[in-house]
């Protein structure tokens, strides 16, 4: 690789030594001087100038919380993505099922993700409501918190479970009539992709091409690095051809699902380390906000709104935890020998409150108190303030989501919740005050990835609809850059290399269209991203695409049985 130097109109270095800078060394894949273009002469002498011809250089952003490959799978063509942000209303979805409808030959299967009974303020589907719309299809309506599916008759009929409705799963339901027979729902991973099987294995096209239009779409948003958080053996080969692909555009951290028999196997791989590596080991506290099964002290409120999602009322408390306390500890004495990082989903406080006390048991119990063990909560939206403050006494890192805020802010401020509750979900001053290094996420394909919007969110508490919600709540620019940037990094054990520009680390970029500082906070989302560097390379988005037609996709048609992301997993584990 050529050695060169790289301007642009300002180089914001996120290192807090040296924050702004004029010009980048690079040697390689790594950055060999920060500082001014002087400075960069003299480190690499003779190298070629490069200018970006942008307003703004920084680290690429890193979003420390997705599911790329299963993202792409639930989102992507020949699948249609109909939630909040594409489809705001009923009227919206409908559009889009007709649409699906006057494109596709009669009697194609026909996916669609991202329902939300709350946003798009509509009762879930039925077999029956379906049926009137598509017919005889075999149509499968995901909802966008991973908890819902709902089919038509055909996908039943498809099953042998029109006259023989089968049993519930073991963490999971299917909606039933009066009579005892399906009505085409299903609540809850298990019994969810039991009723998606038909449709999916039914469906056209390439099964790989979804998770490169992902990866795609996370590389325009500016994302260098990212992690898949229901990791599976079975995903292996695809993360692998991914990597292997020209101009591959991110760099993977896999979170092995616990409920997987393999999950504390070592990970060796043929992509190199840095741009696929198992870091830990995921784990399920409690459920969604969305559809009402977070372990929450407060109620939800009794409201047209909870009414219309089917959220019932009330606490809904330690039930909602996906595993007994002493099923917890066990998980966490077979893996913390491993070396792993820890990292669970909890939304609700009580389910931090039991976090909090199975890490605090667990890594005292393993000599880990006091060591860099970086063990993670993920979402952490219901979180009180000196819960951030216990975690960092732990050593705990919080793994933040503005998209929580941003889309449904409105409705946890006084539908969801009482304004005390509701309008400080995401507590991220808390969270920085406390120290708990938060880094942001867009948990992929819960919303799309916006790091942009995600520091707009968290610096304004604007949400979607411009309302400002617990505006005590507000984190700086500094803070909010750094969340997606070197505190993500940080939540990955990838900080040494990336979420910086600094001697030493790789040479990965995004380039902006203007100056985060320069414009005014409620129009941050609004920066243009002009394209991102990986390892001292521009990133050719189009070349990445166009090589994964090269693919044998015929060896992934084993990933659509997979389904889309346990990202809001809620499994009984006994």
């Not at 011809?53 to 979003?63: Q, S």
């Not at 006091?370 to 993920?378: A, F, I, K, L």
């Amino acid at each position: 690789m050529t050695d060169y130097i790289l301007t642009a109109g300002a180089i914001l270095t996120m290192d807090p030594k040296n924050p702004r800078a004029e010009a980048v060394a690079v040697s390689g894949e790594r950055i060999v001087a920060v500082g001014t273009l002087a400075d960069c002469q003299t480190a690499l002498p003779g190298a070629d100038m490069r200018d970006s011809g942008v307003a703004v250089l920084m680290p690429g952003f890193i979003d420390s919380h997705s599911h790329p490959v299963l993202s792409g799978l639930a989102t992507m063509p020949p699948g249609y993505y109909i939630a909040p942000w594409v489809a705001p209303t009923w009227d919206a979805v409908l559009a889009i099922f007709q649409k699906a409808i006057d494109e596709t030959p009669a009697g194609t299967a026909l996916s669609f993700f991202g329902y939300d009974g709350l946003l798009q303020n509509h009762d879930a589907p039925t077999a029956v409501s379906l049926d009137a719309i598509f017919g005889d299809r075999l149509v499968l309506v995901f909802g966008n918190s991973g908890h819902t599916a709902y089919v038509s008759s055909a996908v039943l009929r498809a099953l042998g479970w029109i006259d023989n409705p089968p049993a519930d799963p073991p963490g999971g339901s299917y909606g039933r009539l009066p009579d005892g027979s399906l009505d085409g729902s299903a609540t809850e991973v298990p019994a969810c992709l039991a009723l998606a099987h038909p449709v999916l294995a039914a469906l056209p096209g390439k099964p790989l091409q979804g998770a490169v239009e992902y990866y795609a779409y996370m590389s325009r948003a500016g994302i260098t690095s990212t992690s898949e958080h229901t990791y599976q053996t079975s995903l292996k080969p695809a993360y692998e051809a991914l990597a292997a692909l020209p101009s591959s555009p991110l760099r993977v951290a896999l979170y092995h699902m616990s409920t997987e028999a393999d999950c504390g196997e070592p990970f060796v791989s043929t992509a190199p380390q840095t741009m696929l590596h198992k870091r830990g080991i995921k784990l399920w506290a409690d459920g969604s906000p969305w559809v009402g099964n977070v372990a929450m002290s407060e109620p939800y409120l009794d409201t047209p709104a909870t009414r219309a999602a089917g959220i019932a009322a009330g606490v809904a408390g330690e039930k909602m935890m996906n595993y007994p306390r002493e099923r917890l500890d066990a998980l966490l004495d077979e893996h913390a020998p491993q070396g792993w990082q820890m990292a669970f989903h909890v939304n609700g406080d009580i389910g931090l409150d039991i976090v909090l006390d199975a890490f605090g048991r667990a890594l005292e119990k393993h000599d880990l108190l006091g060591t860099d063990h970086r063990w993670r909560v993920e979402h952490v939206g219901g979180a009180r303030g000196e819960q951030f403050r216990r975690a960092a006494s732990l050593g705990v890192v919080a793994s933040m989501g503005p998209f929580q805020y941003y889309y449904w802010g409105d409705l946890l401020d006084g539908q969801l919740f009482a304004t005390e509750t509701g309008a400080g979900w995401q507590r991220f001053r808390d969270a920085f005050d406390a120290g708990v290094h938060p880094s942001f996420h867009n948990d992929g394909s819960v919303s799309p990835p916006t790091p942009l919007l995600n520091v707009q969110t968290a610096v304004t508490r604007r949400t979607s609809s411009g309302a400002v919600h617990g505006p005590d709540q507000s984190a700086t620019l500094w803070e909010a850059l750094s969340a997606q940037t070197i505190n993500a990094a940080y939540a990955l054990g990838t900080d040494g290399d990336v979420g910086s520009i600094e001697p030493g680390k790789l040479a990965d970029f995004v380039e902006l269209s203007a100056d985060p500082y320069a414009v005014p906070p409620e129009r941050i989302g609004e920066i243009r991203v002009r394209g991102t560097w990986l390892g001292g390379q521009r990133i050719d988005v189009e070349e990445f695409v166009e090589a994964s037609g090269q693919v044998d996709h015929a060896s992934f048609e084993k990933l659509r049985a997979m389904g889309p992301p346990a990202c809001c997993h809620h499994a009984a584990h006994g």
